[in-house]
DNA sequence: GTTTTTGGTGAACGGTGTTTACAAGAGTTC
DNA sequence: GAACTCTTGTAAACACCGTTCACCAAAAAC
């Protein structure tokens, strides 16, 4: 199986361990320490070998996003199998949780993937941990049925485009979605939700409620209701 | 009135060229080119020079980050002075829209004051722009009632706390609040909307929305619409 | 008129991204 | 095995960065 060359592996090996040095300076000492020259030292190389294995510095930002968000999503799809309910509520509770989490751990990651302006085109990974995680759990709650009509009509282009991203999303499971179990109104939700749960992450790590709050995970908690109230699961969202 | 020396003047002018080069070319391009020997040469004078106002390029950053708070707010006061109906409801869009709208044209900006992992004891100025905004527009909100009751237990403390700041913030234009005005509910209420506000804002500056939005306008007003009535503002929402 | 304070300079140190020319080794070909 | 190419590293250099230091001229204070 393994056809790699012994130059290869040496190759791909070196890689791994930029990438390493990368996030370890990005965790230790921010942004403005992912620096080219300070990741090769940490390989006990010089700088300008990088350039073998990146285009420039840039490139290499780049890339540790995209390292960043599989990490992230290794970490989101772990907790949310060690929530063995059925229950759906309950899963998309454990995802939420996870999330928050994952940001307070990791802030400068989180800083840079969910903060930063945007490069023009925006094309990672993130896009696709999304719907991985939330297509299953939107696919498998069946019930709630959201009044399509709510959902104001300037709105419809986009949601359906979205709604169309997740069918596909699903069905790479295997799973075929009903028109009424993805409805515009469910997905309009999901799309409300991620506001809300993106703002409560994006203040808490930054420091930016307009008071100091004490412990915010009450409030979270209490955010979370709301939500899946809003969003149809509120029939087993008392349970925690 | 002007007491100023002549040399108080000459060295108030060359602070207020500083931090005017700074803004430029943060704009311009980006937090990363906020550099102080790029500032020295927008003024013609040499680096070390510029450490006879500032302590440091650190400091200097963070007189930036006032500065951002201070524009955001007479920007925000000025949309909001434009909005002469009584309706309360309609001042709170007001400042909502302004805000998404500054945000919009000043990405570098929004991303340095409210996208930064932050410095320990986040003591800047953006506490107070949101306290002279949201207080008066609470205070005039006669009408809406809140169940106290609906308010976990657990966020009553903290709630608390941010009760007595915004009945001191509002104290300072002479107006003191009677408690059924300014209950926990309501408080409640007004973090629970700086939440969505913030999360949509960010989202749509940072393009993180997880499908492209081709006009996020509408889905802003949609989310406005819903925050109001869940506040109380219903009766004069749907107006605009 | 002398002294002190202020706001500037230029040189220097160690740091950064990036380019270039060059060398040594691995892999390939004859 | 010799010759050749490709890969991966180096060292030197360039221009930029924050910061410190010694120095200096002009303004202010006395």
Redo the contacts with the bound molecule.
């Keep these: 199986m393994t056809e790699a ?4 592996r ?2 791909a090996e ?1 890689e791994r361990e930029i990438r390493q040095a990368a996030r370890a300076l990005l965790v230790e000492s921010g942004r403005d ?9 940490k ?18 930002l780049r890339q540790l996003c995209d390292d960043i968000c599989a990490d992230m999503a290794t970490a989101l799809h772990t907790d949310l199998a060690a929530e063995t309910s059925g229950q759906v509520g309950c899963k998309v509770r454990a995802v939420c949780h996870a999330f928050r989490r994952w940001a307070l751990v990791h802030p400068q990651e989180f800083a840079l993937v969910f903060a930063s302006p945007r490069d023009p085109l925006g094309a990672d990974q993130f896009g696709s941990v999304f719907l991985q995680l939330a297509g299953p759990l939107i696919a498998s709650n069946q019930t709630a049925d959201h009044a399509e009509e709510e959902v104001p009509a300037v709105l419809h282009e986009d949601l359906v485009r979205f709604q169309q991203v997740l069918r596909d999303a699903v069905a790479e499971h295997g799973v075929t979605l009903a028109d009424e179990v993805l409805n515009l109104g469910k997905i309009y939700h999901v799309v409300q939700s991620w506001v809300r749960l993106y703002g409560h992450v994006a203040l808490e790590v930054f420091g930016r409620f307009p008071f100091a709050v004490s412990n915010p995970e009450p409030m979270f908690d209490s955010m979370l209701d709301q939500m899946l109230t809003d969003i149809g699961f509120e029939e087993d969202s008392a349970v925690r």
Tied chains: 1, 2.
């Excluded at 320490?33 to 030292?41: E, G, S």
């Design positions: 060359t012994r130059r290869e040496l190759r070196t320490a992912v620096t080219l020259r300070a990741i090769a030292r390989l006990g190389i010089t700088a300008p070998a990088l350039y073998r294995y990146y285009d420039s510095h840039d490139a290499l």
